[in-house]
């Protein structure tokens, strides 16, 4: 029974295809800036075989959400496509800032799972 067993797992393991899952480059960054703001550009990805629908958002190094802005804030990836993404953050008055960057997505409606998947880069921005 066992035996059986085993020789199950391994068929449906084998029949299994590697997961995709969502990117976004760079997930890591040192930015230095001679202004009151500072930009980070960044380029999420959709590494599915259908539209997502995306959206940026900036938060502090707690997660707290922050004012930002971004261009384009809000926006659709076919299949297999990136873009880039500018987020522009204010210094607040610190020589230093530590945020997230941090790309949400979910699926059209129809297109397999519903889930909303979030991935978050961390950037450390120097005022010069």
Known sequence: MQKLT???LIAV???TTPASSQSMSPMRGVVRSFTDSFAVRVQPRNPYKHRIG???RAYDADFRPIDARISPADFSLGAGASRSVLVVLSFEGARERRVRICT???PFPGKGVGMR???CGK???YRL
């Open 6 to 8: 085993l020789a199950a």
């Open 13 to 15: 393991c084998a029949a």
């Open 54 to 56: 995306v959206t940026i």
């Open 104 to 106: 949400e997505s979910a």
């Open 117 to 119: 998947a979030q991935i």
């Open 123 to 125: 950037f450390i921005a």
